[in-house]
Structure formats: structure tokens, C-alpha cells
């Protein structure tokens, strides 16, 4: 039957009788086909930071103060050793109560240029919802500082996800070694590398930054690092998002709300929020 237009309150009350879903990562990540992106400068804390984000989907308890539904996950990384990526998880899954029951797989593979959109990652897309790539620039053919090229995978994720019927959270870099450092500013999206194309088609972009003011006192027992997260690009939330202060506990190995702290767990284990 041809879909025709609609009188507004017939519109509004079809709407409000079809199935609400919550997100995936509440005001980040809508449950459906969605693309999240995260970014900041080369040593920041990202691969700690999405390994955190990953493990709360899986395990569909809060992150940072977000809820999180329930979805499978697949840590797909280009970068790295792998028993340091192993040392980083051994600290982080302790602190969650379903980490092992099979939600959260990872593929770790040496850098190279791969291409997202071949029937190897298909067939992997199957099986999961969400996927994260640690970084993005590995499967992008062709220079992902260009933008025509990052238009053209851009254009490929969209097809990708639409066939897959899968989430995608992107970890991406800024323009500058330094940048969201200094004079620039976090929250302007202009920072990231690539075409807008990817970042029109995210649902949100957060950037994970160094503290303004922040200094790291090196040989202290209690040694943290000062964090804050900026969230320039959220389309689903009914309102703007304001920075979160975060710092990063080394020996859990995750990041922090200066707001909600650690102790986000009642007497019964129970999140509050």
C-alpha cells in the first residue's frame, strides 16, 4: 500500500502506539542502525575509554552515569600488544558481573589496510549488534586524512550497516598530533580528520580530552589523570549534554565521573540511576 501523508495528530498517535526502544547508550546511542563516534589525540586514554564503553553494553549496566542496554559486542583492533591489551581487561572485567558470558568478542589484527566491507566482516556482523574499531584509519581504502576518500567509506559504512543491521562506535583521531590540546577547542567537531560526511551521518560524536589546567604528578602511589569528556554532537538528546570531569583509576584501569564516583553500587548491587 502507498504510504501517504498524514494529518499531524493521526501522526503523532500512530507514533506513540508503536514500541519504544531504549537506547543502546542512553541520549548517545539509539538501539537500531546508529554510528557513534569517539575521538581525541593519540594517547588520551581511548582504547581504555571504549574498553569500558564495550564491557558496560555487554554487561547492560551504566557507563559514566548513561544507562546501557544489552547488546553483543565485537572489539575489533588494529593497534597495540596484545598482552597489554590483555593486562588492560584483567583489571577492567573484575569490576563487572557478566563479563565472560560470551557478549563481548575480539578480533586483534596486525595494522594493515583491511577494508570494512568485504563478506569475511559480513559474515562476522551477523553475529554481533554493535562492533567497535579501534582505530578507524585501518579500514579505510585509500588516505583517511582526505576527504573523498573518507566520503567514500562513509558512504560504505552506511551500506554496511544497513545490510548487517549492526551498530557501529568509531575511534578516530584529530587533525593535529596535539590536537584538543592547547588553544583548540574539544567540543569543535572541525578537529577531526576526515570528510563531515562522517560526521553528518554520526548520531554523536564525543571527545575524550586532557583536563584544561590538569597536571599529572608521576610517582604517586594514587597517581590519576584528569579527563574530561565532551559530547559537541548528540542527536537524539533532547537537550545539549555538558562536559563530564573523569578521572582514570590505574588500578581498575577505567575512567571515572568526578560526579558519580566509583562507589555507583548500593548495599543490594544495585545501580541508583
Known sequence: MEEKPQQIE????????QEVKPDIIQDLLPDGIATMLIAGRPGVGKTNFVLQL?????????FLGFRCQ????????????????SDRLKKQMPNFDRANDGMFSI??????????????YREIAQSVDIIIIDPLRWMVDGDYCKP??????????????DETKTSMI??????????????????????????????DAAQSIVVLAERKGSERKRGEKDFVNKKTLYMPKTRDALQDLPPINLFFDRDKCM???????????????????
Not at 11 to 17: D, L, R
Not at 108 to 119: D, I, Q, T, V
Open 255 to 273: 575512567f571515572v565521573s568526578e560526579e558519580l564516583g566509583f562507589d555507583y553500587l548500593d548495599s543490594e548491587g544495585e545501580y541508583p540511576f
Open 170 to 199: 568509531l575511534v578516530h583521531h584529530p587533525k593535529k598530533p596535539g590536537g584538543f590540546t592547547g588553544r583548540s577547542d574539544p567540543s569543535d567537531m572541525n578537529e577531526l580528520k576526515g570528510a563531515t560526511e562522517l560526521m
Open 107 to 120: 578480533f586483534m589484527s596486525p595494522p594493515r589496510k583491511l577494508g570494512l566491507f568485504n563478506e569475511e
Open 148 to 161: 573523498m576518500d573518507m566520503a567514500e567509506f562513509t558512504r560504505k559504512l552506511r551500506m554496511f550497516e
Open 54 to 62: 564495550g564491557l558496560s553494553i555487554a554487561n547492560g549496566v551504566p
Open 70 to 85: 544489552q547488546k553483543k559486542i565485537l572489539y575489533l583492533t588494529f593497534e597495540g600488544i596484545p598482552q597489554k591489551l
Open 10 to 17: 493521526d501522526w503523532m498517535e500512530m507514533i506513540a502506539n
